[in-house]
């Protein structure tokens, strides 16, 4: 009876919470209407975005409004993510609809785009050039907010005590001990980053559109272009220097840069992400200038490529300043292993994140530390936390462990379905790799033609990597448990 009881103020709360995200969704799908002050394109599509955006906004306002949480109600990770799910899943669908009015696609093609952009992937099935403004400014506004998490503008806004369970969902870490306060830093933090994109953009020698789209795209990690050349349309060292910066900041740690901002230098030097961080790109531009060394000579352009798409990858944004043609297959091992390791914890990268690779890689040195101690000797392996030891025990190992063989078990599984529609085995690796690090290099499999089940399976891949595994699964569980209990306790069939 207790949970009878329960059940039907904690879905009241899911919906009403829900509901909230779906009004900052609708209003984000009015923002591309300011397309035509920034680049001359008009206002023609104005309806393919007011129509579903006030669509969106409606919905969730009446959600919100008729089933307001009860007092008492309490949000934790499950129903957090059951929140967090619904919410991604409603606003892709609506979102999908500008691309499929204005933009010209098709269903299937209409909702990658959109999941690519709420993702902060950067795969794209449209050609840029021959789309209006107003779509390309739709994708940057998508990643932006993709990047920043639907759920923490929310909580920043709204959320108070029953917050935990959302920002924990999302994927991020509390800067500080009040998490509305948390929220409204990385909020802060990341409108910062964009900022300084923009002015740094159009400096560097941006036109103001696409400065800000590329800003947009660089600090949320996303990597959509105006161009089709992406940064390669530009071929300029300012251009690559701004944004190599901006996509940096994009994928470090928010708690990392929170002690930039306040000097805390120390804190900052223990951090086994930065390492890890200094230590990939080092190597990552080293393997990489072999690896283009036969398309440019020694000089200033060779290095400028291997940096550019060093970081690129690293960071899960997916600019490129160049093509593949003449690469040496070792460039796109290096691709590959960069994409997989992703960016920072609690940032708006992708990939595995540099902290779960830093502990299994420190979790492998305990392990043949200790197996070379004399008997007896017990040590309690730890990692640094900002100023305290992080005592890591079995159990946060197995967790580890276990989301890193999920993660590598979908990657293999996209791979072959990518394989089994015809595409060369290294293709289909690297293009789900891709897809599944919301990265959004390609080497030309996806596209608007490609098959049905190529974009399907990119899309779940897109959405697996961007909404972690287990509150995926987590939040499934739970709707399912629930389901299956309301059923059999139903009146009709006691």
């Known amino acids: 009876m207790r949970r009878d009881a329960s059940l039907g103020p904690q879905y009241r709360a899911i919906l009403s919470y829900t509901g909230l995200v779906f009004v900052l969704g609708g209003l984000a799908m009015w923002l591309p209407l300011l397309a035509p002050l920034l680049a001359p394109g008009g206002w023609g599509h104005a309806a393919a975005f007011l129509l579903p955006g006030a669509a969106l906004s409606g919905l969730g306002l009446g959600l919100w409004r008729l089933l307001r949480r009860p007092e008492g109600a309490s949000l934790g990770v499950r129903e957090g993510g059951v929140i967090v799910l619904l919410s991604w899943l409603g606003i892709c669908l609506f979102s999908a609809i500008p691309f499929w009015v204005a933009g010209g696609l098709g269903f299937t093609q209409g909702v990658f785009e959109s999941v690519s952009g709420w993702t902060t992937t950067g795969l794209t099935v449209i050609d840029e050039e021959a789309v209006p403004p107003m779509i390309l400014l739709w994708r940057s506004v998508m990643q932006l907010g993709g990047g920043a998490g639907l759920a923490i503008i929310m909580v920043a806004a709204l959320a108070g005590p029953r917050g935990p369970g959302l920002y924990q969902a999302e994927g991020r870490s509390q800067l500080v001990p009040h998490v509305r306060r948390s929220a409204r830093l990385v909020v802060t933090l990341y409108a910062g980053y964009a900022l300084l994109g923009c002015v740094g953009l159009y400096l560097a020698g941006m036109g103001v559109f696409d400065a800000v789209n590329h800003a ?60 890890l961080l200094a230590a990939l790109l080092g190597l990552g531009v080293l393997v990489m200038l072999f690896a283009v060394a036969g398309v440019y000579a020694p000089g200033a352009k060779r290095v400028r490529v291997a940096v550019f798409e060093t970081v690129s990858a690293l960071t899960t944004t997916g600019f490129t300043s160049t093509t593949y043609a ?111 690090g919301t990265v959004g290099l390609s080497r030309g499999v996806i596209a608007a033609e490609a098959p049905t089940a190529v974009l399907w399976a990119s899309i779940a891949g897109m959405l697996l990597g961007r909404l972690e595994f287990l509150i995926i699964f987590l939040s499934l569980a739970k709707v399912a448990a629930d389901l299956r209990h309301a059923l059999a306790t139903w009146p009709g069939r006691r």
């Open 326 to 436: 003449g690469w040496a297959p070792v460039g796109f091992w290096l691709m590959v292993v960069l994409m997989i390791v992703g960016g920072g914890t609690c940032s708006t990268a992708g990939g595995l994140k540099q902290f779960r690779v830093h502990l299994m890689l420190k979790a492998l040195w305990w392990k043949m530390h200790g197996s070379v101690q004399p008997a007896g000797v017990v040590e309690q392996p730890y990692i640094w936390d900002g100023e305290r030891k992080d005592y890591v025990g079995p159990e946060r190992l197995a967790e580890v462990g276990a989301f890193c063989f999920l993660y590598l078990f979908v990657l293999v599984l996209g791979t072959g379905v990518l394989a089994a529609s015809g595409y060369s085995l290294q293709d289909s690796l690297f293009e789900f790799a891709s897809a599944l």
């Open 216 to 275: 947009f795209a660089a600090v949320s990690t996303g990597g959509f272009s105006t161009r089709s050349a992406s940064l390669g349309h530009w071929d300029s060292a300012p251009v690559e220097a701004v944004t190599i910066v901006l996509m940096l900041l994009g994928s470090l740690n928010f708690v990392t840069a929170y002690m930039l901002v306040r000097g805390r230098w120390r804190v900052v030097a223990r951090n086994g992400e930065l390492t």
